[in-house]
């Protein structure tokens, strides 16, 4: 069973850059048919796409984030990386990380979800 | 503002059924699958239909999905106060080269 979990500081410094990692078990993030997602949710918000990165190492980003994120892979580690830039309280989210089956279309394994604050 | 528009909310009483609807346009619903997902307090999302109407395993046939043109829609059958979540729509959007996601509706079971 493919499992995912996230890491990385809970509080950021306005400004500062926030940057969280999803380990990947169960599963090569380097296999054919999937790629890999970050996904953010405000305190009392919706679901907020971030980015994808494929196993080539192609990324797809949101238009709205596109200049302050990079999603990269570490496949020695099995995990892959968020960073984003320039960071503001609008960013304070609950960040999931996902895996987006390719063939399925679909978000079809989650991370828990790690809390991250921006603040002074 | 979500590029995809769903209700805030829906009730229903046990037993009963809802819908759940999704609009969108033909840059993403009109020409991509619709999947849904099912977020209870406090919890990480899950996946409940893909492709449109398929569901994973473990996911009972008391939910549904379909898709027609711009628009899909969730339905889900002899309700039950477990059932009580929000519910999130999300499809890739050619135009922006980007996921989306629906705003979400919250469903309670009265």
């Known amino acids: 069973q493919l499992q995912l979990q996230e890491s990385g500081s809970g509080l950021v410094k306005p400004l500062q850059t926030l940057s969280l990692t999803c380990a990947v078990s169960g599963d090569s993030i380097s296999s054919g048919g999937s790629s890999w997602s970050w996904i953010r949710q405000p305190p009392g918000e919706g679901l907020d796409w971030i980015g994808n990165?494929?196993?080539?190492?192609?990324?797809y980003y949101s238009p709205s984030l596109k200049s302050r994120v990079t999603i990269s892979l570490d496949r020695s580690k099995n995990q892959f990386s968020l960073k984003l830039y320039s960071v503001t309280a609008a960013d304070t989210a609950v960040y999931y990380c996902a895996r987006w089956d390719t063939v399925k279309d679909a978000f079809d394994f989650w991370g828990q979800g790690t809390m991250v604050a921006v603040s002074s | 503002q979500s590029v995809l528009t769903q209700p805030p909310s829906v009730s229903a009483a046990p037993g009963q059924k809802v819908t759940i609807s999704c609009s969108g346009s033909s840059s993403n619903i009109g020409n991509n699958y619709v999947s849904w997902y099912q977020q209870l307090p406090g919890t990480a999302p899950k996946l409940l239909i893909s492709?449109?109407?398929k569901r994973p395993s473990g996911i009972p046939d008391r939910f549904s999905g379909s898709r027609s043109g711009t628009s899909a829609t969730l339905g889900i059958t002899g309700l039950q106060t477990g059932d009580e979540a929000d519910y999130y729509c999300?499809?890739?959007?050619?135009?922006?080269?980007?996921?989306?996601f629906g705003g979400g509706t919250k469903l309670t079971v009265l």
């Open positions: 492709e449109d109407h």
């Open positions: 990165i494929y196993q080539g190492g192609s990324t």
């Open positions: 999300a499809t890739w959007d050619h135009s922006l080269s980007a996921g989306v």
